[in-house]
């Protein structure tokens, strides 16, 4: 049975770091695209950074320089290190993996081209 779970979450106040963890087990990530997205309180799910294989990666506007996504195959794990933490971070943060393409994606941040999904990991950043 594939399994993604998050860990990581919690709160912090604005201009501080975390990192999220995702571990993937019943499924190799090794050759899958990877993706954290997230959903704030009222608003769609959005796509917040991508890496594929190659360890390419793209990035919602809103974080790059500031979020960075990294993975681990050899462990199944991946992680998002997010810094410069603003009170718009705030939301529940999901892991999800899906065939390679999927990372070629030019719709990658509506997630429909992944096909697993972790439950997610809440993320509170207070000002």
């Known amino acids: 049975q594939v399994q993604l779970v998050e860990s990581g979450g919690g709160s912090v106040q604005a201009g501080g770091s975390l990192r999220l963890s995702c571990a993937v087990s019943?499924?190799?990530?090794?050759?899958?695209?990877m993706g954290w997205f997230r959903q704030a309180p009222g608003k769609e799910r959005e796509g917040v950074a991508l890496?594929?294989?190659?360890?390419?990666?793209a990035y919602a506007e809103s974080v790059k320089g500031r979020f960075t996504i990294s993975r681990d195959d050899a462990y199944d794990t991946l992680y998002l290190q997010m810094n410069s933490l603003k009170p718009e971070d705030t939301g529940m943060y999901y892991c999800?993996?899906?065939?390679?393409?999927?990372?070629?994606?030019?719709?990658?941040?509506?997630?429909?081209?992944?096909?697993?999904w972790g439950k997610g990991t809440l993320l509170t950043v207070s000002s």
């Open positions: 890496i594929a294989m190659s360890r390419g990666t």
């Open positions: 019943g499924y190799s990530s090794s050759g899958r695209c």
């Open positions: 999800a993996a899906g065939p390679a393409k999927s990372c070629y994606s030019g719709s990658w941040r509506d997630g429909n081209g992944m096909d697993y």
